[in-house]
């Protein structure tokens, strides 16, 4: 297993600015996995619509879920709502 | 305005900056002696939404996507249009009345300077990592739905 940081963004704030997940694979599908277990754990699977609907980023670039992160960390970026 | 985080094209300027943005003095950032127009947008934070009362809205960022995103929005209008282009966005809180987003665009005629501020608003609210937490008048929060940037 892998350990992964999530930083949060959005409404993944109101669970806090980040949190760390296991993971058996460094692909992004597996990442997405993980936060979904998570978000259950901590009682916000009402969340998990809006993880369907996120992306997830390594720096600048964002991600496709067959994608394998290099780093330790990603940010989950959900919808984007600016103006 | 002092921003935290810029960058710079051949005709295109954008950035984010802490707290609500100036909407003064912004034609001189753009202006061109080859330019007869210069079109300008404030989007300012108004005082309800969906029926609801809000007195702020507390604006979320991922800095270095941010940038990167409205950089390539920026190069992609500028590509699309002869214009000089501005596009400034707020981080942290704005109140009611204030900017949270300045564009401001020059061209030579007219209408490209009008679609160029247009495209670049409407741009930005689907591709620029952004995110908007509506404050109420009691300080009750609640984030904003938006547009997925999920392509697969």
């Known amino acids: 297993m892998t350990q992964i940081h999530v930083h949060c963004l959005g409404v993944f704030r109101e ?10 694979s460094n692909s992004v ?3 997405r996995g993980a936060v ?3 978000l259950l754990r901590l009682g916000r699977a009402d969340l998990n619509d809006v993880l369907k609907r996120s992306v997830f980023a390594e720096g600048d670039e964002l991600l496709k879920d067959h994608m394998v992160v290099e780093s330790s960390a990603v940010s989950v970026l959900p919808p984007v709502a600016g103006g | 305005m002092k921003l935290f ?4 094209g051949t005709h295109w300027h954008c950035g984010l900056l802490d707290g609500p943005c100036q909407t003064q003095d912004l034609d001189a ?15 300012v934070v108004r005082n309800h939404n969906e029926g609801l009362e809000a007195s702020a809205v507390d604006y979320d ?6 940038l990167k995103a409205m950089s390539e929005l920026c190069a992609d209008i500028c590509s699309e249009y002869p214009v000089r282009l501005l596009l400034i966005h707020s981080r942290g809180l704005v109140r009611v009345g204030e900017a949270s987003v300045v564009i401001a665009a020059s061209s030579a005629h007219r209408k490209d300077a009008l679609s160029a501020v247009s495209d670049t608003i409407d741009q930005l609210k689907v591709r620029v990592p952004i995110w908007k937490k509506e404050i109420g008048p009691d300080d009750e929060q609640r984030w904003l739905d938006g547009y997925s940037l999920r392509k697969d």
Do not use: M, W
Not at chain 1, 15 to 24: H, L, S
Not at chain 2, 29 to 43: K, M
Not at chain 2, 61 to 66: C, D, F, K, R, S
């Open chain 1, 15 to 24: 669970i806090g600015d980040g949190f760390d997940v296991d993971v058996p």
């Open chain 1, 29 to 31: 599908d597996a990442i």
């Open chain 1, 36 to 38: 979904a277990e998570h």
């Open chain 2, 5 to 8: 985080i810029e960058n710079r």
């Open chain 2, 29 to 43: 950032l753009v202006s061109d002696p080859a330019h007869g127009a210069i079109a300008q947008f404030f989007g």
């Open chain 2, 61 to 66: 960022v991922h800095p270095e996507l941010a």
